[in-house]
């Protein structure tokens, strides 16, 4: 009796968990991961935003502002229209913590093109550091992109 | 295995999915988790007002477009539960008893 009783809740415990790791597939299978083409969207405009502040050039400012906030909400109502949002493993010291890094980098990149700009007349310094932001964040958003898919691939295996 | 613990609340079909739905995840709208469970609105109400009750999800009320939405996400209470319980699971199933 008490060898049936073992081996009845065994089995229910093991369909409780194959039911947990459905659910589990299943949630994650609902994310959205980030749209690349809002991603490369973004990436210039903040290049382009970096280029043409640290050539000095502020007529388009604001409207890059603009256009860099509207991608970001565009960016984030993508990812909830799923009905799920993913869990950010990190705590809020660390994501504090890499805001202290991100806010002084996307600064020095402008001061460093104005910089280069106006005392080694280097004109085409800012477009290269534009240029260089907007690779560095088009490739954090594709290895995400890339990262989800391989994540899958490998729980399907 | 040390400190899993079994618990009822969680281990009722519906709310043991919920969970596992909820876990990986930051939060997950009304609609979604009733689609992956599979059952009404009221029967799915009940549960999540179950599992509210002890403190285990919370949930965020949102407006898009007019449209009230419901989240739901596990409290950091919840989520230890869950750990627990599932640890417990795989107890029983590797019969350390």
Redesign the interface.
Known sequence: MTNTN?HL??QD??E??D??????N???K??VPASRLLGAILAILIGTQIALLGAGIRTYNTILIVLIVIMTIAIINKNRS???????LLSKRKIFILLCCIIPLYFSAIIGGQYLHSHFNYFWAPFVIGGIVTISIWSLIASAYHSHFNKFNKDNN | MEGSKFDTIIHAPNRLQICALLSPLEQVEFRVIREELGVSDSVLSKHLKQLEDVGYIKQKKSKVNGRERRWFHLTAKGRKAFELHVQELKRIVSGLL
Do not use: F, Y
């Open positions: 073992k809740k065994s415990a093991q409780a968990l039911s947990i790791k459905k659910m589990e299943a949630g994650l609902r994310i799923a009905g799920v949002t993913e869990r950010i």
